[in-house]
Structure formats: C-alpha cells, structure tokens
C-alpha cells in the first residue's frame, strides 16, 4: 500500500505527477533544488483547483484536500518516509544516476524509486543503486492529470514485487497501464520520433509553414494539436534531448535522426509555452499567435 510519495523535480511532469498522486489521497512531498520552481507548482496547483471548483468538477473541501496533501520541500532528505519516489528532473543519464544514488541513502529499504523518464534505459538508472531491483520506469504524459495512460517500465533488474506494486498503484491512481520493455522510448515516445521529425523536415525543405502543417495535421490528420504544437507544448528542450537519446540508443538509425532547426530552438532557449516562445508565441494567459 503506497500511502508517502516523494517526487523529485517539480516542473511540468514532477508538479503534474503531484498533483495525481494528491487526488488519489496519497501523502506528497514535491522537491526540487529551485524554491523558484516550488513556489511556480504550489501557484500552478491553486490556479488549477480553483477552476475545477468553478467549473464545479471538484467541490472546495476536496480542493483543500488536495493541496493539503503537497509539501514542498527543498532537502532530498525529506522524502525519507517514502514508499515510493518518482523522480521528473532533467532529462540526463548522470545527473539522474547522482539523484538516485544519493536519494537511496535517506529512504527506507521496501522504497521503490522510479524514474519518469521519457527515453533513458532504466537498466542504467538502476545500476546507481545498492538495490537496483527497487528501480522502476513509470512514465507518465503531459498533462499528467489528464492523460490516462501511463507506461511502466520494468528493467531487466527490477523485481516482480515492484513491478506489480508499481502497476496496482498507478492503475489506483485511476490510469491506464502499458507495460513495456526497457528500450529507447519505450511505445508511445518511439512512434512519436517519426511525426515530429518528419514535421520538421518538411519544414526545412520548405515544403510548407509551420502553421500550415499544424493545420493539415489537426484538420485532414484528425490529431488534437498539430506537430509543432505539441512540440512546443512538451518543451522543445525536452523532445529535442528525447530525440537525441532515442537516435543514439538505436545505434544512429536515421529514422530517428534529430533536427537543426529543433537544436537552434532549445539552444536560444526558444522552449515553447513555458518560455513564452517557440514555433509560436505565448502570451502570459497562454494565447497562442504565429511567431
Ligand atoms: P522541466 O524542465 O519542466 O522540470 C524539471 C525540474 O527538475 C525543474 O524544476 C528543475 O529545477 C528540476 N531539477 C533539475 N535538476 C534537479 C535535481 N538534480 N534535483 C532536483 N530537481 C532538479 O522538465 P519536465 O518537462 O517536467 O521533464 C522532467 C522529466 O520528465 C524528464 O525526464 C522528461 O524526459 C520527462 N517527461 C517529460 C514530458 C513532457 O512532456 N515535458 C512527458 C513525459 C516525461
């Protein structure tokens, strides 16, 4: 019985991730190293209870429920009384593998610690713990609380006792379950590879605009946002490095070959929505304008 849930990072996935955990009645402690980013989630979580209360989906003693249930902490060390971690940092095998290690000293043994990695190999995760059988990828999808399905990811050390805690808690925390090997991007991250990319070089070849592509996708495609969109949306820093890890771990299959364009943009730090620029521009209240 999961009943404590440490989450480390508390960007866009770690402060969606607490907030499922949270409604489910869990007991959650969200860090991160940025009292910036604490205090950016404990606002975000306010401005989306108070809509769900006007919007009548949620009365106001469950909103005062729910945020109950968040701490925020900045010290790994509070998350000590753990029964399970999920880590949403930076997308970067060592600094991962450092956070994993170090977290393992200050949490109990039964503490199953997982990783909400989108493209990173579990196996080289665990190999940073004294009980690797612990480690678990449980990858959840942006927006956390909206997307039913989660992907779990059991690596060749993982033992059947956290996998089958892992499944049985995520599927009470009322989502959708897919268990799948541990390779580069697991099931939905690999068939994406070739829709962003593609998109991309379309565009590059100037066969047509961003828009006009985000366009044809949504409106002849049926897709909810176009590629460029939803490239913006999950953060163009985040699928650029998704795509790297991917290509590289295939051994440079040029299927999943990243993008210039997409490089230049997470390197001028055009990120998409949470920087307020990407193929688009956003205004403060999210509006959405060609950039
Ligand atoms: P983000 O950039 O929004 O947030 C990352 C947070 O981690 C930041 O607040 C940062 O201050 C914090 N952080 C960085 N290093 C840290 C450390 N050593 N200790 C504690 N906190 C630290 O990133 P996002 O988008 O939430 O992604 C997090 C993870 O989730 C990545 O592994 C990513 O691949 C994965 N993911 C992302 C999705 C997306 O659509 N953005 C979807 C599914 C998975």
Request: net charge neutral.
């Amino acid at each position: 019985m999961i009943k404590n849930v440490g989450i480390i990072g508390a960007g866009t996935m770690g402060s969606g991730i607490a907030q499922v955990a949270a409604t489910a009645g869990c007991s959650v402690k969200l860090y991160d190293t940025k009292t910036d980013a604490l205090e950016k989630a404990r606002t975000d979580l306010v401005k989306i209870m108070d809509r769900l209360v006007e919007k009548g989906k949620i009365i106001q003693e469950e909103k005062d429920r729910i945020q109950s249930n968040i701490q925020y902490v900045s010290s790994l060390k509070d998350l000590s009384n753990s029964d399970l971690t999920i880590e949403a940092i930076v997308e970067n095998l060592d600094i991962k593998k450092n956070v994993f290690s170090t977290l393992e000293k200050f949490v109990g043994a039964d503490c199953i610690i997982a990783s909400n990695t989108s493209s990173l190999s579990i196996a080289s995760i665990a190999s940073s713990l004294q009980k690797p059988e612990r480690c678990i990828g449980i990858h959840f999808f942006n927006p956390a609380p909206l997307m039913k399905l989660v992907e779990v990811i059991p690596s060749i050390q993982t033992s059947e006792e956290t996998l089958n805690i892992s499944v049985k808690t995520i599927k009470d925390w009322g989502k959708t379950v897919a268990v799948a090997k541990d390779t580069p991007g697991f099931i939905v991250n690999r068939v994406a590879r070739p829709f962003y990319g593609e998109a991309l070089r379309i565009y590059e070849e100037g066969i047509a605009s961003v828009a006009e592509i985000d366009s044809a996708m949504k409106e002849i495609g049926n897709f909810r946002m176009g590629p460029f969109e939803l490239m913006d949306f999950i953060g163009n820093d985040v699928n650029y490095t998704v795509t790297e890890t991917v290509f590289e771990a295939f051994y440079y299959d040029p299927r999943y070959k990243p993008s210039f364009t997409q490089k230049r943009f997470a390197e001028a730090g055009y990120l998409g929505r949470k920087s307020g620029k990407g193929y688009y521009n956003y205004s403060e209240n999210g509006q959405m304008s060609v950039g």
